[in-house]
């Protein structure tokens, strides 16, 4: 069960219920499972660490989709390759790539602990590495030798959301409760978040493979009562580099679905699409980089 098939539903449109039209003729479907319930949290605590399932002072706050990581490690890389997550989080696309035959190389500053042991919980012959160090130094923490087929990661949040939870980032009831005492990319305001995703972006294409693939994961979040396009933004930083170009777009339900997005229409009095789905964007290195 840890390596299965996440299939594709092939398709040349966007669904009705998809928040926005970007980047849509490189769409190639949606994922899906005829069962949902491998989608489900539960079954991602099937073999993560004991601890993450555990433990409520040693646990993600809000840990990966990974069935999308899993498409992307097993559609884009080959067995023997090796990926790179510079916002690893508690190790989502890591324990993807190690359980499906690849090499992964995580960095993550807050929780490279669960991370680490995530891993190691996975009694795999595959080789990792984790980095618990500020992301912004990762060309002082990898070597410039060092190449990867795919950089994969869902770009830690900042301030940017009308959920309640978000609005008090770091409060005392806040589900994004981040340690203010380190250096997170979450307590940066819009422009200098922006920018240091650009010089971060910067840096991780150096590690990548001519012809290799940069992949982000994320679930746009609604500001000022419409969908605030965090994806769009993510890519257009990207192609901005000059070094990637736009391959291809897929989606999968964020599920299970946030009391938030279920009742936001309601309690809001408004009509707006909510962003209901994971975007998946690939971008390809050119090869003359």
């Known amino acids: 069960m840890k390596n299965f098939k996440i299939n594709l539903k092939e398709e040349s449109n966007f669904p009705e219920d998809y928040h926005t039209d970007n980047y849509e003729k490189y769409y ?3 994922l899906i499972q005829q069962d949902l319930k491998p989608y489900s949290s539960t079954f991602r ?7 993450e399932r555990e433990n409520k002072h040693f646990k993600h706050i ?3 989709h990974w069935h999308g990581y899993r498409f992307i490690i097993q559609n884009y890389t080959n067995i023997g390759d090796t990926i790179l997550d510079p916002c690893a989080g508690s190790g989502t696309a890591l324990v993807e790539a190690i359980n499906n035959g690849r090499n992964a190389v995580g960095i993550e500053i807050e929780y490279g602990e669960i991370a680490e042991e995530n891993c190691k919980f996975q009694n795999s012959k595959n080789n990792f590495i984790i980095y618990k160090e500020d992301i912004r130094n990762i060309d002082k923490l990898i070597p410039k030798e060092f190449k ?3 950089i994969i ?3 830690p949040y900042n301030n940017n959301s009308d959920a309640p939870e978000r609005k008090k980032l770091g409060g005392k009831n806040s589900t994004f409760n981040y340690n203010k005492q380190l250096p997170n990319l979450a307590w940066l305001k819009d422009k200098e978040y922006y920018e240091a995703l650009k010089e971060i972006y910067n840096k991780c294409i150096n590690y990548l493979k001519p012809n290799g693939y940069f992949c982000i994961i994320i679930k746009d979040t609604i500001r000022n009562k419409s969908p605030y396009l965090l994806h769009k933004h993510l890519t257009e930083i990207l192609l901005e580099t000059g070094k990637l170009e736009l391959e291809a777009v897929y989606l999968h339900k964020h599920h299970p679905p946030t009391l938030f997005m279920s009742t936001y229409n309601k309690i809001w009095k408004t009509n707006i699409k909510v962003p209901k789905y994971q975007t998946i964007v690939v971008l390809k290195k050119n090869d003359r980089i």
Do not use: E
């Open 62 to 64: 809000a840990p990966g």
């Open 45 to 51: 605590k099937k073999y993560y660490s004991p601890n």
């Open 148 to 150: 990867c087929s795919l």
């Open 153 to 155: 990661t869902g770009t």
């Open 28 to 30: 190639k479907g949606q």
